[in-house]
């Protein structure tokens, strides 16, 4: 059976779409069509079932697969090695959200990119978790991080690090917070404040709400900026409050700039995780890749 047949034919499994796998191979829809419906002839039974969008893959398909796909990606493992020696630099294009992606890291691996004797060079890019998801699923990135798990067999997700909420204000306005804590309890004394977010939606605030006080804000955003590192820079301005990430605010918090409003029993978490393409943890740059950003993290927790 033809090597080739069988690399496209995981590739489709893995990606659920034809044209999908096609950008993933370099090649063009009607040829990895083509090497599908000879991979079907060869074997005498149907592999994919065709719908509206995608395939999915008949019971035969799914068999395939799981016997082929480990056996293909050790090749490629072999490969790599043989052509991963100290002379031959590889790049690895990395995704993720710009606030996360900056402060941790990037500065992990750039000191793995420091190290000569890897030869690792770093391209980064920022987006969304739909948007950095997106982009790896479509061959643009080697990894991912994202706050959402993909669905299907195209990726996999390895959790990396959980990163706590806190909700803060600059010290102005925490006395005057203070003083309305004294007269209403929880959400109740929050009513109507100002707040600073990422989107109209409020999407942190909103999620600590939900955790910490089983309620919804009445507040509208005051100030809307889709970067965390420019809602802290207002947040310490006195703009209103915020809910941020603890990494990201922590030496503020310090230095007496902003002030924690709340410590509830349980703070609110949210969990990232470290996404690549099936199959490409066999390229030693990506797996070493992968597995130190995973190492740094237990430090970050």
């Known amino acids: 059976m033809d090597l080739a047949l069988l690399r496209t034919f995981v590739t489709v499994h893995r990606a659920g779409s034809f044209t999908r796998a096609a950008a993933l191979l370099g090649l063009s829809q009607p040829a990895v069509t083509s090497q599908i419906r000879t991979l079907e002839r060869q074997l005498g039974r149907p592999l994919f079932l065709r719908q509206a969008r995608g395939v999915t893959p008949t019971s035969i398909g799914d068999e395939l697969a799981h016997k082929a796909a480990p056996h293909l990606d050790a090749l490629v493992e072999i490969t790599e090695t043989g052509l991963d020696d100290e002379s031959a630099a590889r790049t690895l294009h990395l995704a993720g959200p710009p606030e996360f992606t900056a402060a941790r890291a990037l500065p992990a691996l750039t000191e793995l990119a420091g ?4 030869s690792l060079s770093l391209r980064a890019s920022f987006g969304t978790a739909e948007e950095v998801l997106e982009g790896l699923a479509a061959g643009h990135h080697d990894m991912a991080i994202s706050t959402v798990r993909p669905r299907g067999t195209l990726l996999t997700a390895t959790p990396l690090c959980d990163e706590e909420h806190v909700l803060v204000a600059a010290p102005n306005r925490a006395e005057l917070i203070s003083a309305r804590q004294q007269q ?8 109507h404040l100002p707040v600073i977010e990422v989107h109209e939606s409020l999407p942190l605030v909103s999620r600590y709400w939900a955790s910490v006080f089983d309620a919804r804000p009445t507040a509208s955003g005051t100030v809307i900026v889709p970067d965390l590192r420019a809602v802290l820079a207002c947040a310490v301005a006195g703009a209103g409050l915020a809910v941020l990430p603890r990494y990201l605010c922590a030496a503020d918090l310090a230095r007496g700039d902003l002030v924690e409003l709340h410590e509830p029993t349980v703070p609110p ?9 099936s199959g490409t943890l066999a390229m030693p740059h990506i797996a070493r890749a992968h597995d130190w950003l995973l190492s740094a993290a237990a430090e970050w927790c």
């Not at 190290?115 to 890897?118: K, L, R």
């Not at 209403?184 to 009513?191: F, I, P, V």
């Not at 978490?269 to 393409?277: D, F, I």
């Open 269 to 277: 978490l949210r969990t990232y995780v470290l996404v690549v393409r």
């Open 115 to 118: 190290d000569e004797g890897h």
């Open 184 to 191: 209403r309890k929880g959400a109740a004394a929050l009513e």
